[in-house]
């Protein structure tokens, strides 16, 4: 078995979750075409979710409500309830884990993608059945095999299934086609079992990797399975947008497609990997040649409680946060909502956070700001008065009452949940929000979209795990660093008004350039090494991201003092190597022609000493963070 071959994952996908969820409190709209709105009425409110009925008809997610009857004159509208003041979608989060609870009876490697999305490893159940011989008699009802494997008739789907299975009859021979035809017993059993106890259909994906299960599952919706060989990879990708895979969706996407001229999945295959590591760098360039090739080595976490939990609301029009009364009411309403959930997630899954994140956005752009807390009762006023100690310096008002520059989003969240009882934050609650991880961009037309669909979205997540590095930590060593490198930039800087020749000025920039480039390698290897091992072994929802307007990279939240040191870092050694060329350029034009022996030998004297200055400034001040990021 190869490395792409090694596993046998499944996507399981509940179709149009909530119109089902609604449909199951009123089944008599079953069948019919059907959609479920927001709570805000203007024009029958944007739609959210659309069942497959009512697509036939051109309805499509994210219209408004009186646009699709226009489409389609039967349309039935489901609005999400409302509680103070915003959508109340506890019965969804509900109904979400009746369905994982089932999933979880038939498999233990279980990953919660988002509400209604679940990433199976079903690896050691397959071997299992397969070394016992335990499925003899593969009978599918409702499952697809992509590619062609028919000689008769190639548009029969069921018959195209039934000649692959007569290629693979024998289960007892070693091979990936045979692990994904017991596989797919094990999926369709628990679909089956979600349908009978609960009443939801879902279609699913089952494939080798977490992109290729996700890639097939929407091949054949709804209620249908689809099986993806080994050998079918390659045709299906050739077929595939490139913005329909995972993190190619943004600007790296766009690049591919508009300065590249790459459409499809296929186009990026045929590119060599050592021009996309030439034009992307080796990690991601890396990456994309394997990706292209339908290579995810991506794990399965067995993750099924949410990765964080947040509350958010956005503010349009007359609605916007423009007095201090309407920023502290929503606060509260938001906060109260946090503290319900918050209960709740502790009496099911016995854990408590111990990050708290506040999300804003206004006309200047988006900001968070986070801090570590160390307690373990949780209340509405508690978050109230951070949030609200926070928010103040947002407010750029004179006048107490009103607030400005208004707020179009405002969210709070927590995560980096550990067992009850187990928060040993050393932290100060005090300092909440105190550190400069404040991010400030104007907001992408992306990130637009983001906020509008937050309200459903603070639910879903994108295989993360929770981070490893204390805050307070981080705080101390951005006050380290910082201050020793502003104090390492003074003993740099020699004051010597002695003159130097041309040579020697051209031999200290020389030596100068070289150490100060030593000095960023190790800067950028210290910041680089971190950034590289926490992506590696952890992930994160999308709503614990920020972007950073001084490199437009995404960084977490909390790791945004870390991430301004790196900056820093950077600037300071610019500002060495500009600095030293103003003062050699200087002095360069105070040079004249008139200079007799003594001049020029106190001129390349004193020269010799600037250098060595410099060069000894500068290697304490390599020395000084090699010693300090060793201790760390």
Known sequence: MNRLNDRIICLIDMDCFYVQVEEIEQPEYRGKPCGVSQY???????????NYEARKFGVKRGMRGEEAKKLCPDFNIFYVKEKRGKADLTKYREASQKIFE??????????????????????????????????????????????????????????????WLDINSDLSRECSDVYLIIG?????????????????HCSAGIAQNKTLAKLCAGLNKPNK?????????????????????????GKLGAILHEQMQLNTVGDLARQSVNDLIKSFGEKTGNWLNQISHGIDLEPVLSRQAAKSIGC???????????????????????CDELEERLELDRRNNNRDPTLLVLHVTNEAGTFSKSTQINTSRYTASFFVSLALEALNVYNK?????????????LGISAGKFVETGKNKTLNSIEKFLCSKSEIEHPTTSEEKDLNENLILNEESESSNAAASSDSSEKSNRKTDIRSMLLNQREKSKVEDDSDLDVQEIDDDNFLIEEKIQKSKEKIDEFFGKFSQQKSADTKYDEIDFVLCDKCNKKILCWEMPEHEDFHFAQQISKEENQTSTIQNKKRMAEQTPTKDLDQIRRANKNGKKLKTELGEALKSSVNSIDSYFKKK
């Not at 797919?184 to 628990?190: P, S």
């Not at 008002?397 to 989003?409: G, L, R």
């Open 225 to 249: 399975q689809t099986i993806l060989p080994a050998n079918s990879v390659e045709p299906l990708l050739a077929t595939i947008p490139i913005n329909k895979i995972k993190n190619l969706g």
């Open 40 to 50: 805000n009425p203007y024009k029958g409110g944007g739609l959210i979710a659309v």
């Open 312 to 334: 958010s609301k956005n503010f349009r029009g007359k609605l916007v946060l423009n007095s201090r009364i309407k920023v502290e009411h929503w606060v509260k309403q938001l």
């Open 102 to 163: 089932i999933i979880l009876k038939h498999c233990d490697k279980v990953e919660k993608a988002s509400i209604d999305e679940a990433y199976l490893d079903l690896t050691d159940l397959v071997m299992d059945k397969f070394r016992n011989q335990s499925i003899n008699n593969v009978k599918f009802s409702d499952s697809f095999v992509y590619g062609s494997f028919s000689l008769e008739n190639q548009a029969d789907p069921g018959k195209n299934l039934e000649a």
């Open 397 to 409: 008002s004179k006048n107490k009452d009103e607030w400005y520059p208004a707020i179009y989003t």
């Open 184 to 200: 797919a017993c094990i999926v369709q059993e628990i679909r089956q079992d979600i349908r009978e106890t609960l009443g939801y």
